[in-house]
């Protein structure tokens, strides 16, 4: 029988030209964040090394990464539609956060939390941490406060945060031998540590209440994802369910580039998803185009090939092939970013 290794990712800027870093840097990290150097010095002699596997449906990894600003506004957060929660351990450096509008600060030794659905923006010193990319799906029914963890500090000495960092290193330095038959279990017992650590963090200081429309949006999103298989799902059905006029959805996700643009957009991550599972090799790519809204083949094959570049078959394909040559050496000088990826499309 053969033995699949999970997916594993490799990224380091030092073999490129100083003055290429921190642009190719970016432009990786630029599915998630709006980056830039901390000041003219750091840019000069600015690095980046990600280390990155892919568990399951998280994402882990590694990252030595020199000082910079971080920012996730609210125009990219209704733009990109993720849904994650990030939790990282910092093994050196510090940072100092507004998360939400509210101030926190975390430096060695810390987990902090959080939440893309919410605004952030930060500045570091050079840094090294371990960071945990978990779909909201998986936590958040774990979680006493789901919508109240964003900017969450707590101790990796504390009881369940020892816990959660010591099987995140052990998971790290295991990647090379975790297979793919065992990366559901060892992504469940993550997900549950995660909670406990999370669940015995005092959330009382809260943050500030959403505005309206944000938390109206966040609201549908989440409505959204969770009947993303539902054909009958449009407007008219996500309107009636929550309880708003249509009008008042059309204007919620005009940032998004509208309500059945934001549709779409997930249906087609859904699928491609389940294209380059090895767990869901068996069905045809028409079945899981009908299991995420889409009722003919041919239509759906156009949206994705416009999406992603190809048709479905041959994203399948080189999916199989990345998986089954995961160890393979990459054209690109500085390895890949396919760790970028994963974030991006984590559901």
Not at 7 to 29: H, K, M, N, P
Not at 166 to 192: C, F, M, R, S
Not at 244 to 260: D, E, K, M, T
Request: with cysteine; hydrophobic share 40%; glycine share 6%.
């Amino acid at each position: 029988m053969t033995v699949q290794p999970i997916e594993t990712s490799y990224f380091d800027t030092g073999v490129l030209a100083v003055s290429d870093r921190f642009a190719t840097w970016r432009e990786s990290i630029d599915v998630l964040f709006e980056v830039n150097p901390y000041d003219e010095q750091t840019r000069d002699r600015y690095f980046a090394r990600v280390n990155s596997f892919l568990l399951d449906d998280i994402a882990i990894n590694h990252c030595q990464l020199g000082a910079q600003t971080y920012t996730r506004d609210a125009a990219r957060i209704a733009r990109d539609g993720l849904d994650h929660y990030q939790l990282h351990v910092y093994l050196s450096g510090s940072i100092d956060m507004v998360c939400g509008g509210r101030e926190v600060s975390a430096k060695v030794g810390d987990f902090v939390n959080l939440d893309h659905a919410e605004t952030f923006s930060s500045r570091t010193t050079d840094y090294e941490i371990l960071n945990v990319f978990i779909p909201r799906r998986r936590l958040a029914p774990l979680l006493h406060s789901p919508d109240s963890t964003h900017g969450a500090v707590f101790d990796s000495q504390t009881s369940s945060g020892r816990l959660l960092r010591d099987y995140v290193i052990a998971l790290h330095k295991a990647a090379g031998d975790i297979t793919v038959a065992q990366a559901p279990n060892a992504a469940e017992a993550l997900v549950q540590l995660a909670a406990l650590a999370l669940n015995g963090v005092d959330l009382k200081s809260g943050e500030p209440p959403a505005s309206t429309d944000h938390a109206l949006m966040l609201k549908a999103q989440v409505f959204i994802k969770e009947n993303l298989h539902k054909h009958e799902l449009g407007p008219s059905f996500i309107a009636s369910s929550l309880g708003l006029s249509r009008a008042r959805l059309y204007r919620v996700f005009a940032p998004c580039g509208g309500i059945a643009e934001y549709i779409r957009e997930m249906r087609l991550r859904r699928a491609f998803t389940d294209l380059i599972s090895p767990r869901l090799i068996h069905k045809q790519v028409a079945q899981i185009a009908y299991e995420w809204g889409f009722k003919d083949p041919a239509h759906f094959s156009r949206l994705f090939r416009q999406r992603f570049g190809g048709n479905p078959s041959e994203v399948r394909e080189a999916g199989a092939n990345a998986a089954a040559n995961q160890a393979g050496s990459s054209e690109l000088p500085f390895g890949d970013t396919k760790y970028a990826f994963w974030i991006a499309n984590l559901s």
